[in-house]
């Protein structure tokens, strides 16, 4: 028997139905329709169902309208701040008035997006580093006496990657709980007092999975009581959950202890006696391990820093000066609610160090007499100033499923890309989803005559060295057929600088990854009518051009993960051990997922043309090519430059 809420969400998105009458634009898809009721009947029966919605589906609405119309506590988490922007402030209040339901939804964002009263008080004293910074802070000191949310996304004049954000902004290191002086005004605390209260909640998965991690150890309770968990751009969780389940420890975090120690010792007579000189010795330590570091790469498994003593023993040395700098922040205990919070910052992170070198130790003792697959990965990775060091779990299944069992909840996941080759089998080993429902819903889109796939003939292998100026001699007329109008997708920031440097000077308006934030890049790209955009990992996804400005995506070859990843390796070894084909089973998934997205750039409208060329000839001399292009959208596909230059010379009907 069809439930009342299957029923509903059917006519509410029929051709007749209230989104029709009540939304400017809207157009009935009998595939929307579909996937909503198999969102409906998951929820009424707190079911797991996975849902691929091709592009143009219009999966957004799909889940919105059962989630508002179910009369359930609901949380909606997104894969970008941007798309959880997108989706609150958009979408959301356009589906609750056609809909007409009184639903009472709220937005939280994570910690780092709210300003924090009392770190902008301490940054009233300090020194900038540039005079951008000092500019950047005097705008954010004007906003902070008129805004009412505290969400720094309104500060969108401020470049994302100022330093400034982490002076005005807490991190679950530095807030002082209930002891911080501006509790009762504090922005995130009303942002989560409101969430908990509502009956929609829009998150993103990082602040999700933070709360699910935190859980575990039997705190946060950011997310109570919700009986339906909607998971969008739902492919990314698994490498996210990855982050979240581990643990890591970095010379950053130490540097920021020093810094907000010497600021609050400096307001406390005779305490800077004390503390300066440790926190000085601390700092040194930072520079000189950093310094012994530049003999091993830039990212590895701990093996690669046990092989030099020299490391492990400025490490050794670092612990030391931590420790003494922990005993001296001690003999202050009770000097002020800021002192005793880096007392406990110093406990944590000198716990989090000592497991570290501990555990990597005792790996380096169990040498190969260790046959077992390792719990968690150890690995490593520097930047310009200091090292993290990172305890990855191999395995999120068993903790993602407990905490699902637990919820007696509805989870929906959906994305444009969750299938390979039609199977959801793949996210489903890695969420630990036993048996979900499952659909797989193919594009709208027409396909045969919006779009062409074009391999060019002639191409050499991906690893030749001359390969990306093959790629760009094969791309040139097929940029000149579509006028620029064109994303260049690359699997490596080597690459793309390789084509940057190649197509500078050229005829069309060039814009680069790097060399301006990514919207800015976006939004020149946009109005120049004609612009090549060359990009890499971040530009694959959660990038929207519509209409005439794209017209062409060319991608360099197969996205495989880069072969030596510590977290890769480790688990591709751990699939051989139990018998598996670890490039089977890991590397061509990821590839597929990560391919799906790059070329689903191309076509975001009924009204969209396109060509999408790729120059790795593995997809027709491999027999995994095969799984790769079944796995795209079904274009026509060519290999002779005329049919591109007559698909764009064509005029569309």
């Not at 941007?82 to 007409?100: F, M, S």
């Not at 911080?180 to 602040?207: G, I, T, Y």
Request: proline letters at 6%; aromatic letters at 6%.
């Amino acid at each position: 028997m069809t439930s009342e809420l299957v029923n509903a969400c059917a006519h509410a998105l029929s051709a007749d139905g209230v989104l029709a009458r009540g939304l400017e634009g809207f157009a009935f898809r009998e595939s929307q329709q579909q996937l909503s009721t198999e969102i409906a009947e998951a929820i009424e029966d707190r079911a797991v169902l996975v849902a691929e919605a091709g592009t143009g589906t219009g999966k957004t609405f799909a889940y919105l309208v059962p989630a508002l119309l179910s009369g359930k506590r609901v949380i909606i988490s997104t894969g970008t701040k941007a798309l959880q922007e997108q989706l609150y402030h958009r979408d959301l209040p356009r589906i609750k008035k056609a809909l007409g339901t009184p639903v009472h939804s709220a937005l939280l964002k994570g910690r780092a997006n709210y300003l924090c009263q009392f770190r902008l008080e301490q940054a009233k004293s300090e020194t900038f580093a540039s005079r951008d910074a000092a500019q950047h802070f005097q705008r954010v000191l004007a906003w902070a006496g008129k805004t009412q949310r505290g969400d720094l996304a309104e500060l969108s004049s401020i470049p994302e990657d100022s330093p400034i954000w982490p002076q005005v902004s807490s991190t679950a290191d530095n807030c002082l709980g209930g002891e911080c002086p501006f509790w009762s005004e504090c922005h995130l605390v009303k942002a989560r007092q409101q969430a908990q209260s509502a009956d929609v909640v829009v998150v993103n998965h990082h602040l999700l999975l933070a709360d699910l991690a935190i859980k575990q150890e039997g705190f946060g309770e950011v997310l109570p009581g919700a009986s339906v968990f909607i998971l969008d751009e739902a492919h990314q969780v698994p490498e996210l959950a990855l982050q979240f389940f581990g643990d890591s420890v970095s010379t950053r975090q130490w540097l920021e202890l020093g810094k907000d120690v010497l600021l609050e010792a400096g307001k406390i007579s005779g305490s800077s006696i004390l503390l300066a000189p440790t926190v000085k010795l601390l700092e040194l330590r930072v520079k000189q391990l950093r310094a012994e570091c530049e003999a091993v790469p830039g990212k590895g498994a701990a093996a690669l820093l046990r092989a030099k003593p020299a490391v492990i023993a400025a490490m050794d040395a670092l612990q030391t000066d931590a420790e003494t700098l922990l005993e001296a922040l001690r003999q202050q205990a009770g000097a002020s609610a800021a002192l005793d919070q880096c007392t406990g910052r110093a406990e944590i992170l000198l716990q989090r160090w000592r497991l570290w070198l501990t555990a990597a130790r005792r790996e380096a003792e169990a040498g190969d007499e260790t046959t077992a697959p390792a719990a968690a990965v150890r690995w490593y990775e520097l930047s310009p100033r200091g090292i993290t060091l990172n305890a990855t779990p191999m395995d999120v299944s068993t903790p993602l499923r407990q905490y699902r069992e637990q919820s007696q909840a509805a989870w929906i996941l959906t994305s444009a890309t969750l299938a390979v080759n039609r199977s959801v089998s793949h996210l489903a080993a890695k969420l630990g989803l036993d048996e979900p429902r499952v659909l797989v819903q193919p594009s709208p889109f027409d396909w045969q005559n919006q779009g062409l796939f074009y391999l060019p003939k002639g191409m050499p292998e991906p690893s030749h060295p001359q390969f990306i100026d093959a790629l760009l001699e094969h791309a040139r007329p097929v940029l000149e057929a579509s006028k620029g109008r064109a994303f260049l997708l690359f699997t490596s920031h080597r690459a793309l600088k390789q084509a940057a440097q190649q197509l500078e000077g050229g005829p069309w308006p060039l814009f680069v990854q790097g060399t301006a934030p990514r919207m800015e890049l976006l939004a020149r790209f946009r109005e120049s009518g004609n612009g090549v955009l060359l990009g890499a990992a971040s530009f694959w996804e959660g990038v929207d051009v519509a209409g005439e400005a794209l017209s062409l995506v060319v991608i360099d070859k197969l996205p495989f993960a880069a072969p030596d990843d510590p977290v890769l390796e480790a688990r591709l070894e751990a699939v051989r051990q139990r018998g598996g084909n670890p490039f089977a089973e890991e590397q061509i998934p990821s590839a597929v997922i990560a391919l799906k997205q790059g070329a689903g750039r191309l076509i975001r409208s009924v009204a969209d043309r396109g060509v999408l060329m790729m120059g790795d000839t593995r997809l027709v001399s491999k027999p995994y090519g095969r799984i790769f292009i079944q796995s795209l959208p079904p274009f026509p596909r060519t290999r002779e430059l005329d049919d591109v230059r007559e698909f764009f010379a064509r005029v569309p009907a």
